[in-house]
């Protein structure tokens, strides 16, 4: 079990539980402080600004040691920062370009290595989100993959964001989980076919490339999204994932193999 608490990001969430999106920082900062220690405290009581407990035995304890990696989802420019700070993963879920997520990677990473921890766990490991449609043919890759993309963007673009509903400075922009769709002039694989900075839409070749440009950068994992409202039909999905896992996976595979290792001795 890995545990990610967050905030919410749009009224959408927020409105409909009547939050009040400027005490929500300090509503995630004092739960993800006082989680670690019900899972771990026999005798567990707090007063806080969010609510308030007298003395009891939280049950049940996790069974898994050590306890469950906490991760906070990453929306917002800064929350990085937040999760660094408190020695949690960074479980990024807005699409940003490679120069953008390095600058966020490496501050987190350098931030980390100073944090207070919350809880007995320190999670180093920083994941962007993405969008996965692979096929031998990149064209027939860009046209399928790409309207997922679409789709994907203009059923996102019906949440209502907090700051278009409420006047806070708590949440710094209006924020978007979609990929911004203008081409970058880098030369990067995909760019022939219109594919957004480092989306991994393409033949696996084009995703090889994209998933070592994001390595190079230090991210430590990638989050895919397959599908969005079924555009594309379930035999491709799969089509797709195989296509992946044999072509694609084994450029991966030893790495991690030799990561794993390590962390079992």
Known sequence: LEVGPARSSTWTELGGFMADPDDTKKTWDEFVRVLPRMWSDEHFSHRGH??????????????????PPMW???????????????GLGCLGVAAAGYAEQERRTKE????????DPVGSVVTREATTLNFLYCDEDPAEAARIGMGMVGTFGVANSHLLWT?????????????NLAPRTERTGTGGPGDKYGIPEGICVGDPDIIVAALKRWESIGVTGVNFLLNALETIPQQKVLD???LF???VMPHFRERDTTQEGAAAC
């Not at 906070?72 to 408190?86: I, Y």
């Not at 700051?163 to 924020?175: F, K």
């Open 245 to 247: 896992a044999r072509e």
């Open 240 to 242: 797709s994932m195989r």
């Open 163 to 175: 700051r278009e509903a409420y006047a806070t400075r708590a949440y710094q922009s209006l924020g």
């Open 108 to 115: 987190y990473f350098r931030r980390i290595e100073l944090c």
């Open 72 to 86: 906070v989802t990453v929306t917002s420019p800064g929350t990085e920062l937040d999760a660094a700070d408190r």
């Open 50 to 67: 969010c609510f308030s407990m007298p003395e009891r035995n939280v049950l049940p304890k996790p069974v898994q040691k050590p306890p």
